[in-house]
């Protein structure tokens, strides 16, 4: 009888004897068991939110007064000045615009006064009929926006930060491109001209006491399906209101004709736009082919 007898010096924990035949006699094997080889875990990377993206995440809280509306808008600014701008918007401010009170402060900065064109601009922001438009104010010779407004002005229009604040503008009378720029965007843009000086308030704040605050009104809303801005528009020989490709006809005018000894005077009065125009002196002639 012959006994084969295998063993390794290996751990008694993992050692394992089985019985192995051997022609008519029986022989102990001592192995161990082999390890499964481990599935390595999957890693993975979470990537980082840009401060673009946290910047404009931080504004639309659920107590935030701004529109969700602007906030896809605001995830797609890409010039580096527009970006710049984020991080001064605040969610307490429905136009996300509402710098610091301090000892110098003009009429615009002072949120906290009721007679300012920064509280005025805000309260017309907060009215359901802005909540999806940007708003253009008249200033003197500019039109400006504030907050989240100018920064769309700044990424769309290539207008640039005043002082490096979110407020922008353009001069009135590039009022139509800057309306262009943003209408051919797909936003809608609401125009705010001044009033007469006569129904103008005197500020009673004693750091501005010499200044007046104009009063102001909705001259017109700009639409991409209504891009052109009619207000204070007086027509002439050379200028139309509507583009030339433009199927809308045009209302007609009144019109009068006064026979003088010098000649015809045409008096023509648009009613829809309150315009008259004036022509002296007018041959037989001229009046016909009018």
Known sequence: MVFIVFSTRLSTAFRTTLPIRYGRTFCLLSTTPTTPTPTPTPS????????????????????????????????DITKPAAQQLLSQLVPTCPMGFQPPPTQTQSSLSNVAGKNTLLAYVRNQKSAPRHKHHILLIRVGEFYESYGLDSILLVEHAGLNPMAGKSRAGCPYRNIQQTLDCLTSKGFTVAVYEEASDNNAVKHTMTLSSK??????????????ANPSYLFNLILDDSASILPSSSSTPTSRPYV??????SGYTYIEVDAEEETVRISEGQTGESVACR
């Open 44 to 75: 993975f990377t979470t990537t980082p939110t840009s401060p673009i993206n946290a910047s404009v995440q931080n504004l639309f809280t659920p107590k935030s007064q701004i529109d969700s509306y602007w906030q896809p808008h605001l995830l």
């Open 211 to 224: 200044y007046k605050l104009k009063t102001r009104l909705l001259a017109q809303v700009v639409s991409p």
């Open 256 to 261: 009068g004709i006064i026979e003088k000894n």
